[in-house]
């Protein structure tokens, strides 16, 4: 059977969606709509430079709505615009119209996601009958799916905990992400977005949904972080970071039990190699890795590249985890759904014969 696919969102990973959209066996590209001025009218194909395929890009969502496609892959940012875009869900959804997306960490485990928020767009899918999955790399999952599935290898576990590891080097990530959202180059006073409390509510779902799978009762779920400055000044992402300025970055946010980190996610960012050498890092570059203390000891590091683009890999790694898990909730009954609601989401027809 074809799904009928609108998609929203051609950015990093949005770009990656569009592509295994086109190329997914079972799903067909009914509709794309986009924010730019400048990609508004072009073909789909064109876009994300492949050959035309005759789905022309709107900025009329309404419009893409009214399609009555089977599934809306939904990649559009929400940075300012957060309360616009759940409402752009609640309108797709009450249309029958299923949703993947990566654009709602909050809703990775809906039970932690703001109760309003949550009830909405519950309302929204049972009316259409019409489900919602919120995914992706991370949040998504190499910090809730993965740690589970290799929890059942495990006489004793003492503890887990989920890494990512990156350099953002020069020209390898946008300057608005680098310097608006990691806050490379402001003052070590100035914490940014990143490690702002509400930003890191994205991953206390994952969190809990670990320890709701593991039977696990958490006392708590606590958050700290460490900036590091540059100790000279350089040029970054075609902007400058100065000495004294955040240059590199580590947060953890962790599930406690009786005053114990049981189930924790770190992250450490750099923009250069070299720095805080004493700071976890991957043995070959980039990397999640998933360690679960105990009786074995699991320590799983995971390296990933898109010809010999670090972050591109990753950003297809977002993106595929939404693809690909189209066609099993066009199969699956209404509602507001976490990845352990559905079966296992596969690479099921993208095998090269």
């Keep these: 059977m074809t799904y009928r696919v609108v998609h929203y969102g051609t950015g990093f990973a949005g770009r990656n969606a569009l592509r295994g959209i086109l190329s997914h066996p079972e799903l067909e590209l009914v509709g794309l709509v986009v924010h730019s001025d400048v990609k508004a009218g072009k073909d789909a194909g064109e876009l994300v430079g492949l050959d035309t395929v005759g789905v022309v ?3 009329d969502i309404d419009a893409a ?3 009555g496609a089977d599934a809306f892959s939904y990649m559009a940012t929400t940075q300012g615009r957060l309360r616009d875009a759940i409402g752009e869900l609640s309108r ?6 299923n949703v993947a997306t990566t654009s709602f960490g909050a809703l990775i485990h809906p039970g932690t996601a703001r109760a309003d928020v949550l009830e909405r767009l519950e309302a929204s899918a049972q009316k259409g009958g019409a489900t919602l999955l919120s995914t992706g790399i991370e949040p998504g999952f190499f910090s809730d799916y ?3 599935i290799l929890s059942g290898c495990s006489q004793r576990i003492d503890s887990i905990r989920i890494y990512e590891l990156a350099v953002y080097e020069s020209g390898g990530q946008s300057d608005e992400v680098a310097f608006d959202i990691f806050g490379f180059g402001n ?3 100035t914490p940014p977005p990143m490690v702002d409390p509400a930003g890191l509510r994205n991953w206390s779902g994952v969190i809990t949904s670990i320890a709701e799978q593991l039977g696990v009762a958490l006392d708590g779920i606590e958050t700290n972080f ?3 400055p540059a100790d000279e000044g350089f040029e970054y992402q075609g902007r400058r970071i100065e000495a004294g300025t955040i240059a590199a970055l580590r947060f953890e946010i962790a599930g ?5 980190t049981k189930i924790a996610v770190e992250h450490v960012t750099r923009t250069r190699e070299d720095q805080a050498p ?3 890092r991957g043995l070959a570059g980039d990397a999640y890795r998933v360690v679960l203390d105990g009786s074995p000891r699991l320590d799983c590091e995971f390296n990933f590249r898109e010809g010999n683009d670090r972050l591109a890999g990753g950003f297809n790694i977002t993106a595929m985890r939404v693809v690909n898990a189209i066609p099993l909730l066009c199969r699956h009954q209404p509602g507001v759904v976490s990845t352990f609601d559905l079966p296992p989401v596969t690479g099921r027809g993208r095998m090269a014969l």
């Design 57 to 59: 890009a709107t900025q």
């Design 65 to 67: 709505i009214a399609l």
């Design 92 to 97: 797709i959804l009450e249309a029958g119209t």
């Design 146 to 148: 993965l740690p589970v």
């Design 187 to 189: 003052p070590l006073e």
């Design 226 to 228: 460490e900036l590091l």
């Design 256 to 260: 406690v039990v009786k005053g114990a």
């Design 278 to 280: 004493d700071w976890p």
